[in-house]
């Protein structure tokens, strides 16, 4: 049957859904409403969708057949955790490779090289040949030479850890012991941080 109004349809929508606005005693009363059929389709959908499979011959019966009246089924445990990350090994330690050495103690030497006017830019040309470039030109870039009380190198290099590839070196300054990490890349070993050694 046709809605007939003096409006017509769009009066009638709007009459329903205003109808809540209309006191405060209708808006809380639709806000519980809404609250307990949202209750109830929160907790009747999980139930209705996660019902365990029931086989033909009723609700009471077992898929295998062996289940006996009054004794509960056994549960099986399923884990929700995430799988298990395994631990790569620690790499394997390497003779210590004399060229590397020698490369963290020549950079060094740079680093601590920096008389009174020198720029920034001065020094990190100084720092280029031993330095890998991604180090060059990010981290390195925001030192202030002017900041570095070390002025010589002061003893010799004294390797901490040597890994394939990587080794970790101290080297003693006037200034702080500087531990120095030197990587193999194809043009040799290369700086790709220092850190100031305990």
Do not use: C
Not at 36 to 61: C, N
Not at 154 to 164: A, D, L
Request: glycine letters at 10%; a positive charge.
């Amino acid at each position: 049957m046709p809605i007939r109004t003096n409006r017509g349809r769009a009066a009638v929508y709007r009459r329903l859904w205003g109808w809540p606005l209309r006191s405060p005693r209708h808006l809380i009363g639709t806000l519980v409403v809404l609250a307990v059929v949202l209750t109830a389709v929160g907790i009747l959908l999980p139930k209705a969708i996660d019902k365990p499979g029931q086989t033909a011959g009723g609700p009471g019966t077992s898929a295998t057949g062996t289940s006996r009246p009054g004794v509960a089924a056994p549960v099986t445990v399923t884990s929700t955790l995430p799988p298990r990350l395994t631990t790569q090994p620690p790499p394997s330690s390497a003779p210590i490779d004399q060229d590397g050495t020698r490369v963290a103690k020549e950079w060094v030497t740079a680093w601590a090289n920096h008389p009174d006017g020198t720029t920034t830019e001065r020094w990190l040309a100084g720092l280029r040949p031993y330095t890998t470039e991604e180090y060059l030109a990010g981290e390195l870039t925001t030192v202030d030479p002017a900041n570095i009380t070390a002025t010589k190198v002061t003893g010799e290099p004294q390797v901490v850890s040597s890994v394939v590839g990587s080794m970790d070196v101290d080297v003693q300054t006037d200034g702080p012991k500087v531990r120095v990490t030197v990587v193999k890349t194809n043009p040799g070993w290369r700086v790709t941080k220092f850190t100031q050694a305990d």
